[in-house]
């Protein structure tokens, strides 16, 4: 079955460092998002992206961070100057149509800033 | 506004059965269950896109309430298997058009021992 990938699977950075979190959407899908679910609380919904540009955004998703679709299969979140609270899990997800449908999600990707 | 998830955590023996319940001030126009183990992303186990609407697979059905603005996960006959923390999310613009922008419930913690 088709499945979101994500890189890497963990990462420590210390404050302050720029990080970028990889993702590789199912390859039909049209719709991707960032989703943050920091320990022991549930699952945020950070940024989600079409036809290469953001569609919406949350209030976390401040100007720390971004997104991009560097080429026909990458999708990746940066934040630029990480701080301490943005030590969570992120989870890349994909979707063939925005509402209404099955949204897959990755592994996820656990940053940890120090 | 995030969907209210009840109750907020269950403990059962396998084979028995669990309800739980997802519940909005606002109107939903579509309801979509995920479980997620410790550590692991959250997995999609149905989506319910309107009122009436009944969904099963296997021994996990879902029921969705338009008018009483609610949806309900059946567990019945518990396996190990189903320890997890479940999840109801909704989009929250009218019409479900949300571009993928899920809130999601504090989470339902459910726990089979043997």
């Known amino acids: 079955e088709p499945e979101v990938t994500q890189t890497p699977s963990h990462q420590v950075t210390q404050m302050g460092q720029e990080v970028i979190l990889r993702c590789v959407p199912i390859?039909?899908?049209?719709?991707f998002y960032w989703y943050r679910q920091i320990l022991g609380q549930k699952v945020e919904f950070l940024v989600s992206f079409y036809n290469n540009e953001i569609s919406e955004k949350s209030e976390i998703f401040d100007d720390q961070f971004s997104v991009e679709r560097p080429d026909g299969s990458n999708f990746t979140l940066k934040i630029r100057s990480t701080k301490l609270e943005d030590s969570a899990m992120y989870f890349c997800?994909?979707?063939?149509?925005?509402?209404?449908?099955?949204?897959?999600f990755g592994e996820g990707s656990w940053l940890t800033v120090v | 506004q995030q969907p209210v998830q009840s109750p907020q955590a269950v403990i059962l023996r396998e084979g028995e059965d669990a309800v739980i319940n997802c519940s909005s001030s606002?109107?939903?126009?579509?309801v979509h269950w995920y479980r997620q183990k410790h550590g692991e992303a959250p997995v999609f186990l149905m989506i319910?896109?309107?009122?009436?609407e009944q969904k099963g697979h296997e021994k996990i059905s879902a029921s969705f309430n338009e008018k009483k603005q609610q949806s309900s996960l059946y567990l019945t006959a518990s396996q190990l298997s189903y320890s997890g923390t479940y999840f109801c999310?909704?989009?929250?613009?009218?019409?479900?058009?949300?571009?993928?922008?899920?809130?999601f419930g504090q989470g339902t913690i459910l726990t089979v021992h043997p």
């Open positions: 999310g909704t989009p929250i613009h009218a019409g479900g058009t949300s571009y993928g922008k899920l809130t």
């Open positions: 606002k109107a939903l126009y579509s």
């Open positions: 997800a994909s979707s063939q149509q925005p509402s209404g449908n099955t949204i897959y």
């Open positions: 390859s039909n899908h049209l719709y």
């Open positions: 319910l896109l309107k009122g009436g």
